[in-house]
Nanobody, 124 residues
Framework: QVQLVESGGGLVQARGSLRLSCAASGRTLANYGIGWFRQAPGKEREFVAWSGISTVYSDSVKGRFTISRDAAKNTVYLQMNSLIPEDTAVYYC????????????????????WGQGTQVTVSS
């Protein structure tokens, strides 16, 4: 069992930056692929970024967001730069094991464990 806790959300002006953290307990994240998703009001949860053997980003955040890991802290980060109002959402991290293809990692139903989410609000 893996417990995930997100933090680092908040209110930021457009073109600003935030760094989200996803801290894990119970198991080492080295054994899991980690995805970041987000959900805006009235919209479906959407894939943002993935960290496994490689990193993958959605087109909407590529070049602006960076996913990284700190094994010593058992934590995954999402550095978000050049934020725009369309990035406003609740951000979730999630963990999965097993074979991971592009089709798999972008599907929220493919993940076994989820955090509670952290709100990110970008003002114009």
């Amino acid at each position: 069992q893996v417990q995930l806790v997100e933090s680092g959300g908040g209110l930021v002006q457009a073109r600003g930056s935030l760094r989200l953290s996803c801290a894990a307990s119970g198991r080492t994240l080295a054994n899991y692929g980690i995805g970041w998703f987000r959900q805006a009001p009235g919209k479906e949860r959407e894939f943002v970024a993935w960290s496994g053997i490689s990193t993958v980003y959605s087109d909407s955040v590529k070049g602006r967001f960076t996913i990284s890991r700190d094994a010593a802290k058992n934590t995954v980060y999402l550095q978000m730069n050049s934020l725009i109002p369309e990035d406003t959402a609740v951000y979730y991290c999630a963990a999965r094991m097993g074979l991971s293809t592009i089709a798999t990692i972008t599907r929220n139903t493919a993940y076994n464990y989820w955090g509670q989410g952290t709100q990110v609000t970008v003002s114009s």
